[in-house]
């Protein structure tokens, strides 16, 4: 069975529990605008005819192709970070990379592998629905897991002390990387890339070039990872929020792109020319596509930001335990400085009273003179 026809009936009563969708009587003609604005290009497929047969589980999964472009990135990418790991473990023995970040890396290249080489990557141009999919892996499970790994920590603790000085901490501490890294442009930068690119020419464009479509991921995933450094707050950065306005950043990123997926998911028109012509014998029309392309958008988004907020407050309630504890020893430490001092004192006071007691010679004449 085609992997829609089990997916869609799931997401289609979601979408029907929310009423606020068809709530929003501008949502329509903004999609309609959009629509009309992006129609006129020529249909062609970037990556080919449309497949014969629709997608399944199995062939999402299973039918990988190794474009060379992406899997020499992504070798390229692990082959470092595993050098990398392996030079900061023997320099450090007693202050090794953590292993959860190793993880971290492996999962985000793996969800950028499974976005671009497998069989998610043959069905992208022919349906919506599985070109989001790609999306949702580089924007909200690869940037994030990459940034989980804190590579500039790693490029700060294998460079050495000259580099750091002469090429590393100036790129940090440079005006340029003070504004991009600055939270609300952050926050907007990523917000205008998914606008931009779903209601614009672009997004028509990188489904008839491939050139353009390699782009566009390389763009989605720049402004992600920019968005996400702050959030996540594990490597240094210019600015740093505190844990309360870490929540507050991203539940407005997921408000915002829950509102991006109710403009899809109100259009009453296709919005890209493009999957309008595909040619194809199976699976949904193409407006039914697009509804299940906003669904997906749509949960998959709340469902990952809401679990990116409960990290993040499970990351506040650690930050506070460990707090805690520090002052808990520096109040032990000055605790038993304080009763060391008492005991100090109680000698010296009964030192002085026995002294009394048995009369001292030295004080006697210096009394009597």
């Known amino acids: 069975m085609a992997i829609h026809a089990r997916v869609r009936p799931v997401l289609a009563a979601a979408v029907r529990g929310h009423g606020a969708a068809r709530a929003l009587g501008a949502l329509p003609i903004a999609a309609t605008t959009a629509s009309t604005w992006l129609a006129g290009a020529v249909p062609a497929l970037a990556h080919g005819p449309a497949p014969d047969v629709p997608p399944t589980a199995a062939t999402l999964l299973l ?18 970070w595993w050098w990398a790991v392996r030079r900061v473990d023997a320099a450090h023995p007693g202050n090794p990379v953590p292993r959860s970040r190793s993880v971290a890396f492996g999962l985000g290249l793996l969800a950028i592998a499974f976005a671009l080489l497998s069989g998610i990557e043959r069905y992208d141009t022919t349906l919506f629905s599985v070109h989001m999919v790609q999306h949702v892996l580089l924007v909200l499970v690869a940037a994030p897991l990459l940034a989980l790994a804190a590579p500039v920590i790693l490029v700060l603790r294998i460079a050495s002390p000259g580099t750091r000085r002469r090429w590393i901490l100036p790129v940090l501490h440079s005006r340029v990387m003070r504004v991009l890294a600055f939270p609300v442009v952050a926050w907007i930068v990523f917000a205008g890339v998914m606008w931009v690119a779903h209601f614009s020419p672009l997004f028509d464009a990188a489904l008839e070039d491939p ?25 240094p950065a210019p600015w740093r929020m505190a844990h309360p ?5 991203t539940f407005l990123q997921m408000a915002q792109n829950t509102f991006l ?29 697009q509804q299940l392309a906003a669904g997906i958008m749509w949960i998959a988004g709340d469902l990952i930001f ?28 000055e605790l038993a400085d304080i009763r060391v001092r008492e005991r100090q004192l109680a000698a010296r006071l009964t030192d002085e009273r026995l002294s009394r007691e048995r009369g001292d010679p030295q004080s006697g004449s210096g009394a009597a003179r």
């Open 63 to 80: 039918g990988w192709t190794f474009e060379p472009l992406p899997t020499l990135g992504l070798a390229v990418a692990a082959g470092w």
């Open 211 to 235: 050139v353009v479509h390699d782009l566009e991921h390389a763009l989605f995933l720049g402004a992600a990872l920019l968005f996400w450094w702050p959030a996540v707050a594990r490597d």
């Open 245 to 249: 306005a870490r929540i507050g950043y």
């Open 261 to 289: 997926a109710v403009v899809i998911l109100g259009a009453t028109t296709v919005l890209y020319p493009h999957y309008a012509t595909v040619t194809r014998s199976w699976g949904p029309t193409p407006l039914e596509d």
């Open 306 to 333: 809401l679990t990116a907020i409960l990290g993040i407050v499970w990351s506040w309630m650690r930050a506070d335990a460990r707090e805690s504890a520090r002052e808990d020893r520096r109040a032990t430490v």
